[in-house]
């Protein structure tokens, strides 16, 4: 059965710090999609980043950096130098056979302090 | 654009009354969505439409009713509202049903149920 697992229920930092955001997941499809969304206190989802299971490459874009390991079944997101705007729910999901049915992990609550 | 509109963005209910949450998309996306994100456990899918007259059961159906009769509109209706229906609910839509683009989502609706 596909699922998605985000073991840190929550990870406070000071701000500047590193900040690593582990999401492991299952499925027994070969093709799936992996997605990060932000969530922040004011409540809507921000989509941050889709990555398809054929296509292994890390990405940076500015702060954040992504990894995507299929042999570990992992797709961790690290935001460098965090700032306080940061601060929010992140969630890893997974859409596997299509209709953009997301199975969304419990989420990680980052807090990020001045 | 406006994107994805979601009403109301709060709603109180007492046990057994009926409510419709309307969710509408001007964005001409044929895949649209609802979810429920309760605490600790990230959002979960209830149910999805891949086109007009079309649509499936998600994850948590239970209780819930959905139609969709033009591409722009999926509105939700709970039949008997039942405190265990407390949640916020997002509805979300994508471009294509194949998972291979991202689903944006309204704002949400909290939903409390007395």
């Known amino acids: 059965a596909q699922k998605v697992t985000q073991a840190q229920t929550e990870i406070s930092v000071v701000e500047k710090e590193d900040v690593t955001l582990d999401c492991v997941y299952e499925?027994?499809?070969?093709?799936?999609?992996l997605f990060w969304y932000k969530q922040p206190p004011s409540g809507e989802l921000v989509f941050l980043i889709r990555r398809n299971s054929f296509d292994e490459q890390n990405e940076i874009s500015g702060r954040y950096s992504w990894n995507f390991q299929k042999s570990t079944s992992s797709f961790n997101f690290t935001i460098t130098a965090s700032q306080v705007v940061d601060s929010a729910v992140y969630f890893c999901a997974l859409n596997e056979g299509g209709y953009n049915k997301l199975i969304f992990g419990a989420g990680t609550r980052l807090a990020v302090h001045p | 654009n406006a994107g994805v509109t979601q009403t109301p963005k709060f709603q109180v209910l007492k046990t057994g009354q009926s409510m419709t949450l309307q969710c509408a998309q001007d964005?001409?996306?044929?895949?649209m969505s609802w979810y429920r994100q309760d605490p600790g456990m990230g959002l979960r899918l209830i149910h999805y439409s891949v086109g007009a007259g079309i649509t499936d059961q998600g994850e948590v159906p239970n209780g819930y009713n959905v139609s969709r009769s033009t591409t722009e509109d999926f509105p939700l209706r709970l039949l008997s509202a039942a405190p265990s229906q407390t949640s916020v609910y997002f509805c979300?839509?994508?471009?294509?049903?194949?998972?291979?683009?991202?689903?944006?989502f309204g704002q949400g609706t909290r939903l409390t149920v007395v």
């Open positions: 979300a839509s994508s471009y294509s049903a194949g998972g291979n683009t991202e689903a944006f």
């Open positions: 964005m001409n996306h044929e895949y």
């Open positions: 499925t027994r499809d070969t093709t799936y999609y």
